[in-house]
């Protein structure tokens, strides 16, 4: 089993659409979760980072952390054209650092 | 404020030859990390630079390697290139130690003929 799963899609929705983006972990060590957004030939770049259980808002970004089910979620909603990209999952606890394998998410317009 | 950089940004090599990427770490960045991307492979962690030390390494053979320099700066070399090193090479930059406050350059296509 790999330390951390993620949704492989790739997932096309219409634009307007709610966009829901899942990762599983293994090892309930890890204490940050992030999301990247990754454009075709660009680098990760960060969108959301938390720490603890729960939901953290950023406009039309949720992300959400279920530590007890080892499940860490990123909602979009009213998404647009220019958020088709693969995003990635991260987790991390000490010097320990890992990505998810991404999804690639195509919004239509 | 700059950014990452990575140079170069494309890079056709040879099968046997070695290869030496460059990072340029966000002004203030003592912590460059090294990646690997490919479609199958998603990201993985190469070797990780704090104050010119290597600080970490992932699962990759030997001939994998890289240095840091005095103004943070780092390069990492591949030599005895393979087909299978053809990947996008990500440098990423933060303040301290491997974490959340990663920033990342847009990579270097290494593509191996």
């Known amino acids: 089993q790999k330390e951390v799963e993620q949704d492989p899609g790739p997932l096309s929705v219409p634009e307007g659409a709610i966009v829901s983006l899942n990762c599983t972990y293994s090892n309930s060590a890890f204490q940050y979760f992030m999301w990247y957004r990754q454009y075709s030939r660009k680098g990760p770049e960060l969108l959301m980072y938390?720490?603890?259980?729960g939901n953290k808002e950023d406009g039309r970004f949720t992300a959400q952390v279920d530590k007890s089910s080892k499940y860490i979620s990123l909602f979009i909603r009213d998404s647009q054209p220019s958020d088709s990209a693969t995003y990635l999952c991260?987790?991390?606890?000490?010097?320990?650092?890992?990505f998810g394998p991404g999804t690639r998410l195509s919004v239509l317009p | 404020k700059a950014g990452v950089t990575q140079t170069p940004r494309y890079l056709i090599k040879t099968r046997g030859q070695q290869v030496t990427l460059s990072c340029s770490p966000i002004?203030?960045?003592?912590?460059v990390s090294w990646y690997q991307q490919t479609p199958g492979q998603g990201l993985q962690f190469l070797f990780e630079y704090f104050s010119e030390t290597q600080r970490n390494k992932g699962n990759f053979p030997g001939r994998f390697s890289g240095r840091q320099f005095s103004n943070s700066r780092s390069e990492m070399n591949v030599s005895t290139l393979e087909l299978g090193d053809s990947a996008l090479y990500l440098c990423?930059?933060?303040?301290?130690?491997?974490?959340?406050?990663?920033?990342f350059g847009s990579g270097t296509r290494l593509t191996v003929v």
């Open positions: 991260a987790m991390n606890y000490g010097q320990n650092f890992v």
């Open positions: 002004s203030g960045h003592r912590s």
């Open positions: 990423a930059s933060s303040l301290q130690r491997q974490g959340a406050g990663y920033t």
């Open positions: 938390t720490y603890s259980s």
